[in-house]
């Protein structure tokens, strides 16, 4: 809440909407209490006083009445009468919406045929013939102006509801055994509350105007009674006259309408939490770089294709800094496999979107350290040189190829558009490289499946195209972030052994990321472990297996269940990863650690190299 207000007040003109309004509405509400002349009380010998004549600040109109008296009351009613209205419309809309959207079927229809009807009159006829059905007045133009304004809410809303209505939190109610009218009250409103009020702002402004236009033609606010249309609609006789009767109501409309309007818009992007992060924009192309001048080249032997160098990413989220990445350094061979493992949030897929400067921004910032790909520096490179590299030398596999691939696209054409995107090749060539690719892959039936859409494939063969994609371009790298998490175990195994297979055959690099130590210990001959974004223990895979120096690698490797060994106590680690705004000073890892002592807390720990080995520890389980 305080967020939304936050970013409410950041932008300058809704602030100045929503203060404006503020004012209009407090003192249409003090009315009653100002010392105002009596609106109806009429002068005929002081017909059309100039404003700023004596007794009336705003002169008077045809009648003599007070014109500033009239301005206020009129102003309340009008107000009144648009709110009335617009939260009519919003209440009945919503309820039409979500029901429609919830049951569905029968009743969806009959309800939306009938809000079509409703829509298939021109909008202010539509009012017009509601008022001229029920006589003019006040209650009646108010229920005409609600009544064609529904529809455009049970449109809104049914929409959203329909895609709310078949997501699983809506299952899970209805298995907890909830009716379908609380699920609707409980499960749906609060989804689709954003959505109403951002309706609701954006047509209050447009209401008071439609209530105003009823009053202006005479339908809506009966004589003497002032509304500011009825005032805008007195005065047009003595337009060219006397200017300042219409002048007066017209001013009023349009600063009401507009500083509605405004605001209605300032709380609809504050209420978008895409922008939550902050500033009002998209993710950059690349992450944001800001940072002190990248470390001094230091070659290490033997020379790596991929270095990371003291790298530091943050986000940075309006005041808060949260140091996802703090000082890594990893060097990745040709042909070399390392995996990077850790516990969810330890800032390994950070680490990994970093090198190819991929991490949103806003709120993403490299704070620091380098990347280098035979030598050249990534970081700093300009964006066409890294766009070059994503993709053609560095490629990536995710999690999740459901959430990666497009799903109205065909594989194929998939496939081709990754082959195109650095190499220009006509159609039919790119098809022909996509088929070898899937082949590459070993894609069961590819000739079939290149024309298969990703949700006609299983799992582990949605795996297999982002794997074939990310090899689309022969790349050197291959960035692979937990691209077996989401698949069974058989699956998996086969995943693994592909990969091993492409790096023997094409001497590629693969930075697997992983929190399983067994999928490391397949296809790694490196490894190294992330905690609270900092490596905390590096090494051969099957040394840091058998010996680990860190206690949280060794409570890593213990969380590993082993068929076969036997039944053995599964040790859990005990509490949490610590929040990345508020690290412990020392070791990050020292309160969840059962060999911590004092000095684990007292300063910062340095990464101790040791031959091939290196951990971050005081007390190490082992002295490498
Ligand atoms: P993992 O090791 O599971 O891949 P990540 O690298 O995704 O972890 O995340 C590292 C940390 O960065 C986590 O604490 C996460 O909450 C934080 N983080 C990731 N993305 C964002 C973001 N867009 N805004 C704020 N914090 C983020
Ligand atoms: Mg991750």
Known sequence: MTAFLQRLARNRLAAAGGAMLALIVLVALAVP???LQDPNATATAERFARPLSEGHLL????LGRD????LAHGTRLSLAMGFAAALIAAVLGSVLGIVAGFLGGRVDNVIMRGVDMLMGFPYVLLALAIVAALGPGLVNALIAVAAV????????IRGVTVALAGREFVDAARLSGMGNLRIMAVEILPNVLPVIVIALTTTTGWMILETAGLSFLGLGSQPPQADLGSMLGEARAALISHPHVAVVPGVMIFLVVMSINLFGDGVRDALDPRLGAGALTRPLPATVVDRPAPPPLREPDPPALLAIDDLRTEFRLGRRVLPAVDGVSLSLGRGEAVGLVGESGSGKSVTALSVMRLVASPPGVIAGGAVRLDGEEVIGAPFEVLRALRGRRVAYVFQDPQATLHPLYRIGDQLAEA??????????????????LLRDVRMPRPEDRIDDYPHQLSGGQRQRVGIAMALANNPDVIIADEPTTALDVTVQAQILALLERLRRERGLSILFITHDFGVVAQLCERLAVMYAGRIVEEGPTAEVLAAPAHPYTRRLIACVPEPGAGRRRLEAIPGLPPRLDALPPGCAFAPRCHRARPDCGAGDIPLRRAGARAVRCLHPETTP
């Open 419 to 436: 082959i195109r995107a650095h190499q220009p090749m006509g159609a039919r060539a790119a098809r022909v490289r996509a088929l070898e």
């Open 67 to 70: 014109l500033l008296s009239r």
């Open 33 to 35: 209490l100002l010392p």
């Open 149 to 156: 304004n529904v529809p455009f809410f049970a449109r809104n």
């Open 59 to 62: 002169g008077t109109d045809h």
